[in-house]
């Protein structure tokens, strides 16, 4: 199964060893110094969880994680249910009129998230929308349809169509085939996309900043006020556990997208 | 067949009038608010037109005033250029070997280290930036780290200068060169690089003949996702830039913060989007150009 064999050479090996040491050593090190029970963050002294402690019983943090993961379930739960019907509403389009719906719903990703924030924020002020919590859900979902629709467009495009007309034949109506073959086949699809949806929304700062106004801070307004204020070691540990938050929401992420693309090789190989 | 366009019409529409309100319609408010009157204080003078926003960019007006040109505004977008510019090239010289060695790989391998590579672009921006505060500041990780090898005894004082905007940008949008060029590299049908071995190409003719024009719409991809991103950068400048290396996004966010300009602030998004749009026909012509050519 090794493919390009003969491009293989000793020096391409070592530079990509040492870009995957550049992508993880801030990432180890972070998390390496918030075990530290120094308060000079770089100074080693002992290993010591004191600062997982403070953040735990910090009622700031406490309240922006609420915040963020109010923000994040809500709008993975829009996003995902618009990605999922657009998906299904994207079959059988003439090639025109698809170009375009498919760069509307990119379009997020394009636009850079600093234009984004602004434009939304005029947008909120203009139309005299209070900002705060239902503002920045509103801004999320935006960002977060493009993260949900990918993965699920790639699996109904893997999706073996013989089952569905196997479903028709055995006189399923549209609606029992719909929620009884068509969805449970989508759900991985689905789920990875409402993962990354949520990993996005969860994580997100600049547009944040922009239309929360006060009151409405997410846990990474609150990890960047704190940054602003000087390196602490309880922003180590904060930044530890969120890290450790999303490689986990990751890699399940990943599973099921792995999943998606073996189901998919059969059928390109018939 | 009209049954099915009523379906797919209703199917789209959440989706679609969603994102026609909440991305589309402010991108245009913001066209509309750039060529509007600053209020007195803040927002904007509805119905009161003007370009000064967009002359702001060039010109400045002293207290007499009269306009004299300044060239501040366009040093920033130089800078913002250049670093993007900068980002672009480093993360693609180290992308191309890594996607090389990663398509020497089984499928299940280069998926593992696809894995590992894709893993940091998912963890929060902020975190990652911060983790290079850890590192580049006066008497942190990498000071500490130098002084014990002997290598140097001052202290590097990179924190707070353009290249450690440059490196959080580079850590923040490596995967994005990565992934691209790998694909196309993966699309490469091996019998092309067997043969073009067997007629007798050594190992860098084959990747200047053969790989490179080969993979060339996955690095144009990379340089987009990179450049377009950078480009707009807020999160990297203002907690690793300090003051001295200001870019767009920066500019962007103090004309809603502090200055209360926004019709400047629109106008300066205006501009971004305007030369990402442009940067982006580039790489479509580019990439048009190259396939007429090798056809």
Redesign the interface.
Known sequence: MSRHKLLSSRINATVAALAILFLYLPIVTLVVLSFNDNDLTTIWTTVSVKWYLAVLQNGDILRATKNSLMVACAATFFATCMATLAALGMVRISRGPRVLLEGLLGLPLLVPEIVTAVALLILFVLIGFPLGLTSVTVAHTVFCIPFAYYPIKSRLAALDQSLLEAASDLYASPRRRFFRVELPLLSSGICAGALLAFISSLGDFVITYFVAGPGATTLPIYIFSLIRLGVTPEVNALSAIFLFASIVMISIAFVLLQSISEQKKPKGAA | MNE?RL??????S???L???A??????L??LY?SVLERGPFG?VVWGSHTGIAYQKLLYERDLLGRLSFNSDYIAIFARSCRLAAMTTLITFL??L??A?????????QA?W?L??????F???????N??????L?G???LD?FMQWTGWVTQPLDILYTPLATGIGLT?SF??FM?LPIYVA??R?D?SV??AA?DLGAN?LR??QRV?LPLAMPGIIGGAILVF??C??A??SPE?LGGGKSLM??NL??AQ?GASRN?PF??AL?IV??LA?LLVIAMAALANQHKKRVSR
Do not use: C, D, H
Not at chain 2, 122 to 128: G, I, S
Not at chain 2, 130 to 135: P, R, V
């Open positions: 099915q379906r797919n019409l209703t199917l789209l959440p989706a679609v969603f994102l026609a909440f991305i589309l319609a402010p991108l408010l913001m608010v927002g180290i992308a070997p890594t090389l060695y990663m398509s020497t790989l089984s499928r299940k998926a280290i894995f590992l590579v894709t893993i940091p998912w963890t929060n921006l902020l975190v990652r911060f983790a290079w505060i850890l590192i500041r008497g942190g990780v500490t850590y490596l995967p990565i590299l993966e490469i091996p690089i067997e071995f190992r084959v990747l790989v377009v991103p480009l707009g807020y999160v907690l767009i996004g962007v966010q809603f926004w602030g629109a998004g971004l989007v990402l």
